[in-house]
């Protein structure tokens, strides 16, 4: 009964913030009572949304009426738990109106449908107006922004709704990052995330799979938090929910998608930062632990298909498999780097993907895989950078931009469809 009303809520949610705006209760409007702190602390992520140009991303897809109705519906909150129901919807309108944008069901703005970068600023807008709420009564602020954060990643609709028989499909991408050097940077992965949610596909040996998909941040704290584990483990621990595959994407090399036969335990990316500035604390010669991650091996392998895939797949680019890793030698103090893969007792530096949240996504959820479902496929996917975007600063976007975009994000579906046939 609470999923169907939680159902309900959602669906009227979306038949007035999606096509249009909001509508929000009568008292909404009054705001008087209504106290806002502009001068709240913001963190340096969402101190990005200063620069013009977030806003045409947001506004040029449709997605304005979520900034400018949101604060109100806030103030329209009586108690935590309204608080908290309102967090969850809200966020699963966003969520779904920008998996219908990307797959070409909701029409809005000049940019293109599969464009990952207006769920992104859209979503950092809201955030910023969550913390600048101030209402009569005490809330735990992290913990509704995390309600928002899961809601609208996809965290809590990625429910498989397949007949028996169809394979299903789990995969993760991630926001844009990079963006203090380029502020217009978008994901393919994410791109191909909310491309691919929900669809249904003919895989390579002609069965049918449906493949469901969430969107994670660039962030370390929330990485510490569990966000990967949330998101995969409904999907490994069993029963007719249950993925068949699982798949995290992120971008990786130029010009070459890669299978990465190695994840690794480790972080070791300083001094490249996460996208609120935060670093992990390990490096090349002093790599860490995450806070809180469960034992495991120092090295996972993919147990991904990469023959079939990478002789299968080859346009426009390449797929690859790398199998090469860094680590500490059994006995010895230096990190080593090696093409063939880790040596019997070492530690983990960095895995193929390296040693930061694309690495960290891909040992986190294999690590789960293998305590919940060993049996099951799965690894990690670098796509091409997305590059093209043109030398006026000003412009958001271009033809090569939106080309490159479309190419890697339907070979990602070509990749997918040989990773999940039945071996």
């Known amino acids: 009964m609470m999923l169907l009303r939680r159902a309900a809520s959602i669906a009227v949610l979306l038949a007035t913030v999606l096509p249009l705006a909001v509508t929000v209760p009568a008292h909404a409007d009054d705001t008087s009572s209504c106290r806002t702190a502009d001068s709240a602390p913001i963190d340096s992520e969402q101190a990005r949304l ?57 029409p809005g703005g000049d940019l293109p449908a599969g464009d990952d970068r207006p769920l992104y600023w ?43 028989g169809v394979r299903r499909v789990f995969i993760s991408g991630f926001d844009p990052f990079g963006l203090d050097a380029e502020l217009r940077r978008a994901n393919p992965s994410g791109s191909a995330a909310l491309q691919l949610n929900g669809r249904r596909v003919t895989l390579a040996d002609g069965s049918r799979a449906e493949i469901r998909a969430v969107v994670l941040p660039v962030r370390y704290a929330d990485f510490d938090a569990g966000i990967v584990e949330r998101a995969f483990a409904p999907r490994l621990a069993g029963g007719p929910g249950a993925a068949d595959v699982i798949t995290t994407v992120s971008q990786g090399y130029p010009g070459i998608f890669t299978l990465e036969a190695w994840a690794g335990r480790s972080r070791s990316a300083d001094p490249y930062p996460d996208n609120t500035g935060s670093l992990s604390g390990g490096t090349r010669e002093h790599p860490v632990t ?67 949240l694309s690495n960290e996504v891909a040992y986190r959820s294999n690590r789960l895989r293998g305590d919940l479902a060993p049996q099951l496929p799965g690894g990690h996917l670098h796509t091409p950078v997305l590059t093209g975007l043109p030398a006026d600063p000003d412009l958001l976007t271009g033809p090569e931009f939106e080309r490159t975009e479309t190419a890697i994000t339907t070979e990602v579906r070509a990749i997918l469809e040989h990773t999940a046939a039945r071996p």
């Open 50 to 106: 200063a620069d013009a140009r977030t806003t045409a991303l947001v506004e040029r897809a449709g997605f304005g009426d979520f900034v400018r109705r949101f604060p109100a519906a806030l103030c329209a909150v009586r108690s935590p738990a309204e608080a908290g129901r309102l967090l969850d919807g809200w966020g699963e309108a966003l969520w779904q109106a920008a998996v219908r944008r990307a797959q070409g069901q909701r």
């Open 122 to 164: 859209t979503r950092l807008a809201m955030t910023t107006a969550l913390a600048r709420w101030e209402p009569e009564f005490a809330v735990d602020r992290p913990a509704l922004r995390a309600r928002f954060e899961d809601a609208s990643r996809g965290l809590t609709d990625n429910a498989f709704r397949t007949a028996p």
């Open 290 to 356: 995450a806070p809180g991650l469960a034992p495991g091996a120092e090295f996972i392998r993919t147990t991904l298909p990469a023959d079939a895939v990478t002789s299968a797949v080859r346009t426009p680019y390449p797929v690859l498999l790398n199998t090469a890793v860094t680590e500490i030698p059994a006995g010895a103090a230096a990190p080593v780097d090696r093409a063939d893969g880790p040596t019997p007792g070492s530690r983990a530096v960095a895995g193929g993907g390296g040693g930061y």
